[in-house]
């Protein structure tokens, strides 16, 4: 069974920057598209970033687009978030997430395997 764990996130001042990695278990990482999610107390699941398989294809949220990098390490079967111009507005639960099946995804619905997510808290 595929395990999801996220780590990186933290306290950070407006303006600053953070890393959030995903680690998978499982020898079939490479094969999926992966994704990053993030969820803020009171409000829905919001899509940040995805990446393909090959991590040729990658796509943002609009209102992370220029801020944020997603990227991947299929040698360690690692997710990365780098997230730097941190705001406010980018406070919540950060989940990685992977789909059951091959394809490129960029709806919350289209992902079967959940991390528990890590916090991320930006102070203005």
């Known amino acids: 069974q595929v395990q999801l764990v996220e780590s990186g996130g933290g306290l950070v001042q407006a303006g600053g920057s953070l890393r959030l990695s995903c680690a998978a278990s499982g020898r079939t990482f490479s094969s999926y598209t992966m994704g990053w999610f993030r969820q803020a107390p009171g409000k829905e699941r919001e899509f940040v970033a995805a990446i393909s398989s090959r991590g040729i294809i990658t796509d943002y949220a609009d209102s992370v687009k220029g801020r944020f990098t997603i990227s991947r390490g299929n040698a360690e079967s690692t997710v990365y978030l780098q997230m730097n111009d941190l705001k406010p507005d980018d406070t919540a639960v950060y989940y990685c997430?992977?789909?059951?099946?091959?394809?490129?995804?960029?709806?919350?619905?289209?992902?079967?395997?959940w991390g528990r997510g890590t916090q991320v808290t930006v102070s203005s």
């Open positions: 997430a992977r789909p059951s099946r091959v394809g490129y995804f960029l709806r919350a619905d289209e992902y079967d395997i």
